[in-house]
C-alpha cells in the first residue's frame, strides 16, 4: 500500500511540476509581450513579480518532491539505482534542474529590475536579453520533461532489480 500512495503524489507532483511550469512559461511570456505592448511597467512588475512567487510555491517543492519520491519508490520497489531507466531519469532530472536553477535567477534579477525603473523604455537592453535566454532554457527542459513522463509512463529500458 505504501508504494502506491508514493506512487500517486509522484504522478500528481509530475503533473504540477510539468503543468505550472508551462503555465508560469505561458504567463510570463505572455506578459511580458502584452506589458511591451502597452508601455506598461506595473504589469510588467506584476507579471513577473507573480512568476518568482509561483516558481517558489509550486514548481520548487514539486520538484524536490520528485527527487524524494522517486528514490523512494526505487527502495520500495528493490530496482537497481545504477540501471539504465534509472540514470537515464536522473539525467534528465538533473538536466531540467541544471536549465531550471538559471531560470530561477533569471526570474529573480528580471523582477529586480522592473521594479528599479520608471518604466519600460528604462529597461537595459540587458533586461530583454535575459528574458530570451529565460525563454530559451525553458524550451530544453520542456523536451526533457516530456522525455521524463514518457519514461516514468512506458519504462522502455529494463527496469531490473538488484
Known amino acids: 500500500m505504501d508504494f502506491w500512495l508514493w506512487k500517486t503524489a509522484h504522478v500528481i507532483s509530475a503533473a504540477i ?9 505561458f504567463f510570463c511570456w505572455l506578459g511580458y509581450r502584452l506589458a511591451m505592448q502597452r508601455n506598461d511597467i506595473g504589469a510588467l512588475r506584476a507579471v513577473l513579480r507573480l512568476t518568482v512567487r509561483a516558481d517558489a510555491c509550486f ?3 514539486a520538484a524536490a518532491f520528485q ?3 522517486g528514490l523512494i519508490m526505487m ?3 528493490g530496482w537497481s539505482y545504477s540501471g539504465p531507466w534509472f540514470m537515464a531519469s536522473l539525467l534528465l532530472y538533473l538536466f531540467v534542474g541544471a536549465c531550471w536553477l ?3 535567477w533569471m526570474q529573480w534579477w528580471l523582477a529586480r529590475t522592473a521594479g528599479e ?3 519600460i523604455a528604462a529597461l537595459p ?3 530583454h536579453r535575459i528574458f530570451r535566454y529565460w525563454f530559451a532554457l525553458g524550451v ?11 519514461l516514468m509512463v512506458a519504462k522502455p529500458l529494463a527496469v531490473a532489480a538488484g
Do not use: K, N
Request: with cysteine; proline share 8%.
Open 102 to 104: 538559471p531560470v530561477v
Open 59 to 61: 514548481t520548487a517543492p
Open 117 to 119: 525603473v520608471a518604466d
Open 140 to 150: 530544453p527542459a520542456f523536451c526533457a520533461m516530456l522525455l521524463l513522463f514518457y
Open 17 to 25: 511540476l510539468f503543468g505550472t511550469g508551462i503555465g508560469i512559461a
Open 75 to 77: 527502495h520500495l520497489l
Open 67 to 69: 527527487l524524494i519520491s
Open 125 to 127: 537592453a540587458r533586461f
